[in-house]
Nanobody, 127 residues
Framework: QVQLVESGGGSAQTGGSLTLSCAASGAIFARCSMSWYRQVPGNERELVSSLDKDRIIKDVDSVKGRFTISKDNARTTLYLQMNNLATVDTAVYYC?????????????????????WGRGTQVTVSS
C-alpha cells in the first residue's frame, strides 16, 4: 500500500493563500482518482475537491472559485491551491488516492486494493 504524505499546511490570515502538496516517495500516480478531504474536530471528514482519472474536477460549493486541485505533469504530486482563505477553512487536510489507482514505483505498476489516506496536514486560518 502506498504511503501518501501531505505538506504545505500551516497558518494564514483571512484572505491569504496556502498550497498543499501530496506525494508518495518514488511513486508516479499513473492513473488515479485523487482527492482532498478536511476534518474539523468533532465533525466528519468532508470532501473538498477531487480530480478523477479523466481529469474531471469536482469541488464542494464552499471552496469553488477559491481552491484549485491539480496534479503536476510528471504525475508525482497532487496539489491544492487555496486562495482567499477564511476561518471556516481551518481543518486538518487529507490527501487520498482511490481504490484501483494505478501507481508506478520501482519500475513496476501497482494497483491499490483499497483507498489510501495520508496522515493529514493542519491548516489554521485566523482573522
Amino acid at each position: 500500500q502506498v504511503q501518501l504524505v501531505e505538506s504545505g499546511g500551516g497558518s494564514a490570515q483571512t484572505g491569504g493563500s496556502l498550497t498543499l502538496s501530496c506525494a508518495a516517495s518514488g511513486a508516479i500516480f499513473a492513473r488515479c482518482s485523487m482527492s482532498w478531504y478536511r476534518q474539523v474536530p468533532g465533525n466528519e471528514r468532508e470532501l473538498v475537491s477531487s480530480l478523477d482519472k479523466d481529469r474531471i474536477i469536482k469541488d464542494v460549493d464552499s471552496v469553488k472559485g477559491r481552491f484549485t486541485i491539480s496534479k503536476d505533469n510528471a504525475r508525482t504530486t497532487l496539489y491544492l491551491q487555496m486562495n482567499n482563505l477564511a476561518t471556516v477553512d481551518t481543518a486538518v487536510y487529507y490527501c487520498t488516492a482511490e481504490q484501483d489507482c494505478v501507481i508506478r514505483m520501482d519500475g513496476y505498476s501497482h494497483t491499490l486494493k483499497e483507498k489510501a489516506w495520508g496522515r493529514g496536514t493542519q491548516v489554521t486560518v485566523s482573522s
